[in-house]
């Protein structure tokens, strides 16, 4: 079974520009999330789909972030401008809508670094 | 509330039991995991308990759940130079099952 696939691995760019993150879950799995990991902390949840909806958003910086899941599938996250404090691990991890399965599944992440 | 505490670091001599401990706010969790993260890799899922249960144990890994005081522990026997990484206590809760994380404990075994 393929696992949770994320691109790029790495990017670098300067403050306020542009930069778009993909996500490739597994397939079957409804549930989508997005997750912001800074240096020496946990994960924080940016945004959560069930399918193409979004059930969780609460902690999206909305001014700069958006992210979007086309057809319930693959998603893209994106922030425009960027500011130095985004420089992070951005990790996408996927799950069945099934409250009997417990597995949460996680892609490599992709480091990215705001100069 | 969604906070998940950890303590920040442990060290361990090798072959001696590591125990690293979990504080969650949200009684209504459902399940409860354990993540690794090793240097520049992403998380890997360790074991988990559903929240019905005190107890899980799996080859060298022992999870205990109090529900009462909110308070998971995560017991590896026979800790080896391997199991250095950072662990991370994550709970499950609400409809749309949302998980959140602890901030991670780093656990250092020596040789």
């Known amino acids: 079974e393929a696992g949770v696939a994320q691109s790029p691995r790495y990017k670098i760019i300067e403050k306020r520009q542009s930069v778009a993150f993909w996500c490739n879950p597994i397939?079957?799995?409804?549930?989508l999330y997005w997750y912001q990991q800074i240096l020496g902390q946990g994960p924080k949840l940016l945004i959560q789909?069930?399918?193409?909806?979004?059930?969780?958003d609460s902690q999206l910086p909305k001014d700069r972030f958006s992210a979007e899941r086309l057809k319930g599938v693959d998603s893209t996250l994106k922030i425009q401008p960027a500011k130095l404090e985004d420089s992070a691990v951005y990790l996408c991890?996927?799950?069945?809508?099934?409250?009997?399965?417990?597995?949460?599944?996680f892609g490599s992440g992709t480091q990215l670094s705001v100069l | 509330g969604e906070d998940v505490e950890q303590s920040l670091f442990l060290s361990v001599r090798e072959g001696d039991s590591s125990v690293i401990n979990c504080t969650y706010t949200d009684s209504s969790s459902t399940y409860l995991y354990w993540y690794k993260q090793e240097p520049g890799a992403g998380l890997q899922l360790l074991t988990y308990?559903?929240?019905?249960?005190d107890m899980k144990q799996d080859q060298r890994l022992t999870v205990l759940l109090n529900k009462k005081d909110k308070h998971l522990s995560l017991r590896i026997a026979d800790t080896q130079t391997g199991d250095s990484a950072i662990y991370f206590c994550a709970q499950r809760r609400g409809g749309y099952q949302k998980v959140t994380f602890g901030t991670g404990t780093k656990l250092q075994v020596i040789p």
């Open positions: 397939s079957g799995h409804a549930t």
């Open positions: 991890a996927s799950s069945p809508w099934d409250s009997t399965n417990e597995k949460l599944f």
């Open positions: 789909f069930q399918n193409n909806g979004v059930v969780d």
């Open positions: 308990i559903f929240s019905n249960m």
